[in-house]
């Protein structure tokens, strides 16, 4: 890694990173309005920050696939789970 370039960029994320917060800190109906803007703004920030187009890399990618396989089968243990906690015991 490129340190020198990494702190030349420090002082932008970090300003970045402050503006998502700040329009993140909405509250009620709005909230979901200033996280779907920050969103795009927040992946800038990130390849800006790591010099390199993430939404195109291979290895995010398949990070991204491993991340929702993991998240369906915690959706699928959780309701067979809560299918076992409910199912009412035979009389």
């Known amino acids: 890694m490129n340190w020198i370039a990494f702190a030349l960029k420090l002082p932008a994320v970090i300003g970045g990173i402050v503006g998502i917060v700040e329009k993140v800190k909405a509250s009620g109906p709005d909230k979901k309005a200033a996280v779907m803007a920050a969103l795009p703004e927040s992946i ?46 035979p009389a």
């Open 44 to 89: 800038a920030l990130a390849e800006f920050a790591a010099g390199r187009d993430l939404l195109n890399d291979p290895g995010v990618a398949a990070l991204v696939r491993a991340v929702i396989d993991a998240e369906a089968a915690v959706v699928k243990a959780r309701a067979a789970l809560k299918a076992g906690l409910l199912a009412k015991k």
